[in-house]
Nanobody
Framework: EVQLQASGGGLVQAGGSLRLSCAPSRFTFDDYAIGWFRQAPGKEREGVSCIDNTNGMTTYGDSVKARTTISSDNARNTVYLQMNGLIPEDTAVYYC???????????????????????WGQGTLVTVSS
């Protein structure tokens, strides 16, 4: 069974930083895109960031792009989400997801077509105190 392990959440004061990690088991993500999503209580799930490991392209949600960097460490088979300048509105459960990139197809990357994400991690809680 394909699994994703998300970690790195915790309690942090406003203005602080966290680095979330997403590591898949039983597959290497060279042909995949890895995305980060978050869901706050009572709110819809929101896309945070995505990296396409076939070409290195990245995308960011408008609410985080000035404060967030997504990166991929192929040697460790791990994707990181570095979040700086955290604000209370960042409080949420953060999930990572994986989806295969279909090269040569329009919208073949989950980064541009989130419906292609088909494997989800269990989530890690980020709480930002004011």
């Amino acid at each position: 069974e394909v699994q994703l392990q998300a970690s790195g959440g915790g309690l942090v004061q406003a203005g602080g930083s966290l680095r979330l990690s997403c590591a898949p088991s039983r597959f290497t993500f060279d042909d995949y895109a890895i995305g980060w999503f978050r869901q706050a209580p009572g709110k819809e799930r929101e896309g945070v960031s995505c990296i396409d490991n076939t070409n290195g392209m990245t995308t960011y949600g408008d609410s985080v792009k000035a404060r967030t960097t997504i990166s991929s460490d192929n040697a460790r088979n791990t994707v990181y989400l570095q979040m700086n300048g955290l604000i209370p509105e960042d409080t949420a459960v953060y999930y990572c997801a994986a989806g295969e990139v279909f090269r040569g197809y329009t919208n073949g990357s989950p980064c541009s077509n989130p419906d292609l994400f088909d494997t989800w991690g269990q989530g890690t809680l980020v709480t930002v105190s004011s």
